[in-house]
């Protein structure tokens, strides 16, 4: 195998059901790979991401998941072990979400709470039950989604911005520990993408604003990112670890 297939190759996908999730299942079973993904509430939607996938010649299983239980993310890790033919390669942690916007004076801890574990607490559990496998069969691919927000911070999101930055340092910090094994495990960092995120949370003439400062003319969209974590998966990025990749379209450049 080389370059950007992922034929033999078996993926988890966490939050995978709709939208950023769904776009990344579909991409790596495009490319090849056999997919698992992860839901929580969205059992149709997940059932026709499945049926998607077998539509593309791979093959797919949807689990029901809480990501902010502990055993719901180690009975997901063992559902898609057990699914693939000797072990997972791919892990992508992208279930997670702004609860709702909140200036400081606002914030409770229990909207702190929830929103760590939410966006850091699962991954981190998911990464816990699956990276030693990996490191023991000495291959695998860890692709976090994190959130431009990590890096520059947002007046109404800063517990969201906060607990993308512990999950973009949560990859950096796996990195030192797994690196020799021949686990990757990087960030993907989406800017604004126009998906059901902002549909719920930012109101269309504030969307519309944002945009217009992008520098290459355009929000993103969920297969922008798809494309990103794939190549990240992918035997292509073999020698790229620890590292964040911003897909904003210019928005930010570090």
């Known amino acids: 195998m080389s370059g950007q297939d992922l034929s033999g190759r078996t993926a988890l996908v ?59 993310v180690e009975e997901l890790a063992s559902a898609a072990e057990a699914f693939s033919a000797g072990g997972l390669d791919i892990l992508v942690n992208n279930a997670g979400g702004l609860v709702r916007r909140s200036p400081l004076a606002d914030v409770t801890p229990e909207l702190l709470e929830e929103t760590m574990r939410l966006n850091f607490f699962g991954a981190t559990v998911a990464c816990r039950a699956i990276i030693p496998g990996m490191a023991a069969r000495g291959y695998g691919r860890v692709v976090n989604i994190g959130s431009v927000a990590a890096h520059t911070g947002n007046a109404t999101n800063h517990h969201y ?10 990859g950096r910090s796996l990195t030192k520990e797994f690196a020799h094994t021949g686990v990757t495990i990087n960030t993907v960092a989406p800017g604004l993408i126009d998906n059901a995120f902002h549909v719920v949370h930012t109101p269309r003439p504030a969307f519309e604003e944002m945009a217009r400062g992008i520098p290459a003319g355009r929000p993103g969209t969920d ?27 210019g928005l930010y450049v570090s």
Do not use: C, Q, W
């Open 223 to 249: 297969e922008d990112i798809a494309a990103a974590v794939a190549f990240l998966a992918s035997e292509a990025a073999g020698y790229i670890t620890g590292e964040t990749l911003h897909v904003n379209g």
């Open 14 to 72: 966490t939050g995978g059901a709709r939208d950023m999730g769904r776009a990344i299942a579909l991409e790596l079973g495009r490319r090849g790979a056999d997919v698992v993904i992860g839901y929580h509430a969205s059992s149709e939607a997940a059932d026709e991401t499945v049926a998607s996938l077998v539509t593309l010649g791979a093959r797919g299983l949807a689990v029901r998941a809480d990501v902010r239980e502990p055993g719901d």
């Open 161 to 170: 911005a906060a607990a993308k930055a512990a999950l973009t340092s949560l």
